[in-house]
């Protein structure tokens, strides 16, 4: 709550503290609650070493490796893995799908990208807080886990709302195929949007992605989840 996130801004440490209290004996432990809002009002904890650190980081050399919703230090290794969802993250999504296009040139093997944006999950954060929210997100990501054992895919948390998929040897109507299943049950709180696109001849995996998020990016705000393809 008091980090900047894609989808919210952070809060100050009070009005996380009185979040916490709300939330105390339904989200949280009222017990544990108390006892932790209680030693962080006692001492506050320091954001100058903090501030430090971003400063000796914000250098343009190292700005020019990271992408734009990256963390401060998710370059290399720590941007492999999302730490809410245990998925892997956007950048090893690049990387999969880079693979994936050469497999296509050489062998060709197709392979789609899905992404799905949980696009009411910021009214969720703000009606029952960002517990809830957090929740929401990591409960989609078991369930495209699920789906990626079972057809051999790479899923991903692509950054805030938007979870995303690589379907192997799949064009983009059996790849959202796969993902709206996997999402049927979902909370329709959350309405997702779902959106594919499949390989072509001489594409990059990069390419494939962005064609992705143009299909999103050009997709209406829904009712429900729906399903549109690249």
Known sequence: MTADRPYSRRKPLDEACREIERCAGS???????AAFVAEVRKGPPSLEPLGRLAKALDDPELNMHRDGDEPL????SL??????????????????????????????????IVIAELRGLPAINARDGHATGDEVIRSGARALQHAAVRTGGTAC??????????VPDADAESAQAVVAEALADFSPEADVQIVAAGHEPGESG???IERARAALRDSPVPARATVRRG
Do not use: C, K, W
């Open 27 to 33: 989200q949280f432990d009222p017990q544990v609650a």
């Open 73 to 76: 230090l998710g370059i290399g």
């Open 79 to 112: 941007a492999v893995i999302d730490n809410l969802t245990l998925l892997y993250s956007h950048r090893y999504l690049h990387e999969a799908a880079a693979s994936a296009a050469e497999q296509a040139r050489v062998q060709g093997r197709p392979f789609a």
């Open 157 to 166: 948390r692509y950054g805030g709302l938007r979870l995303a998929m690589l």
């Open 206 to 208: 990069s390419a494939v």
